[in-house]
């Protein structure tokens, strides 16, 4: 039950929802996982900057970024699809903060290829840290969620898991099999588990972004050609941003979204309308 709030606490949840949380975003060195892990900071939450091991000086300015508006943070290195590096991850995040309330499992590749030049690497390297890695930390983080249990004064649910998927969740997309298959079993992986954690007070829910303005599709934004094509599959107009996705995430971790589990919210600025039939077909 939402426990009835004074008017002052209930300005303080609107503003800052997450205070006393502990969030892990995965992958958070760079574009979406950067915004979520900042967003989620404003919002009051003690954050785990997990970045791949490569990405070190990055993860080390978003960190910065969060401790320059007052904001705590870690960076910790942890290669999403290696279980051993994930649990130290976990149980570094528990040994600094106690616990850990949210996981947003960002961190994903691209390795697109036409599929008769796909390589099986390719193939395994994106079906790995996509999906394999989103199982792995979703594992940690719903074992330390049972542990615990509801903290009443903090949240009605033991825990959240925002995974992120993609509209290549539903979108088939040629040159991108690994990755839409990916997406796909996102989307599975975060029903199956929305179902079997609910009885814990566990919430799991995705993210659907369209096309967000990143390093991934540098290539579908950074010449005026590239971006008119882009906008032709956008009806809202606009290249989605970074906040967008940040501030959903924040959202769905927190108590606003409490009757929420299993659903995937598509933040896409309308890509998955089927604009093409919006002239009569
Ligand atoms: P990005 O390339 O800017 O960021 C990806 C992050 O994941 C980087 O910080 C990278 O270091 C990290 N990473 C990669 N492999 C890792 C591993 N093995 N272990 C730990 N971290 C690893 O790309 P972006 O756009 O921020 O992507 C984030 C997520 O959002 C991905 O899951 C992607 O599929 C998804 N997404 C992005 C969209 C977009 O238009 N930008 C749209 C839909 C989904
Ligand atoms: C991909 C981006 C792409 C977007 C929309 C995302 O899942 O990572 O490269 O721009 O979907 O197609």
Redesign the pocket.
Known sequence: MIPNLGEKRMTTELERPLVGQVALV?????????ACAVALARAGAQVVV???P??ID?AHEVVAEINAFGGQAIPFP????DQAQVQSLFAQAKQIFGTVHILVN?????QDAKFTEMSLDQWQRVID??LT?QFLCAQEACREFIRRGVQKDLSPAAGKIIC?????QAIPWAGHVN?SAS?GGVMMLMESLAQEMAPHRIRVNAI??????????RDAWDTPEALNKLLTLIPYGRI?E?DDIGRAAVWLASDASDYITGTTLVVDGGMMLYSAFNNNG
Do not use: E, F
């Open positions: 995965s992958g958070a060195s760079s574009g979406l996982g950067h997990n970045h791949h490569h990405d990055k942890a290669d999403v699809s960002n961190a994903g590749i691209q840290v996509n890695g992120m998927s993609s509209v290549h990755y997406k659907a972004p369209g096309a967000v303005r990143t390093p991934i599709n989605g970074p």
